[in-house]
Nanobody, 115 residues
Framework: MQLVESGGGLVQPGGSLRLSCEAS????????MSWYRQAPGKEREWVAA????????TYAEFVKGRFTISRDNSKKMVYLQMNSLKAEDTGVYYC?????????WGQGTQVTVSS
């Protein structure tokens, strides 16, 4: 299983970005997917999660109402729509796949929110 994130970049406060994560496995629909982020000098933190068949998504308090996680199992993709971005959202965003207590991580994509 390999994961490749894309869609990061530089955006002004209040702006939006859509991150994408493409998986290389044929059994993508069997994986629970999450997004994490890591700000400079800080530990990696969980942002959002979506179960195998979609359905109920969960979010960290600091992104609720601003970020939306979604997935397209036919394309083996998971997305993170980020709106109303703040400077404190700056960091490297990682996609994680989980199945049978095994985690797989992508290489991350940089998001910088700055004026």
């Amino acid at each position: 299983m390999q994961l490749v994130e894309s869609g990061g970049g530089l955006v002004q406060p209040g702006g939006s970005l859509r991150l994408s994560c493409e998986a290389s496995t044929f059994t993508f629909s069997n994986y629970h997917m999450s997004w994490y982020r890591q700000a400079p000098g800080k530990e990696r933190e969980w942002v959002a999660a979506i179960p195998t068949a979609g359905g109920t998504t969960t979010y960290a308090e600091f992104v609720k109402g601003r970020f939306t996680i979604s997935r397209d199992n036919s394309k083996k993709m998971v997305y993170l729509q980020m709106n109303s971005l703040k400077a404190e959202d700056t960091g490297v965003y990682y996609c994680k796949a989980r199945r049978w207590d095994t985690d797989y991580w992508g290489q991350g994509t940089q998001v910088t929110v700055s004026s």
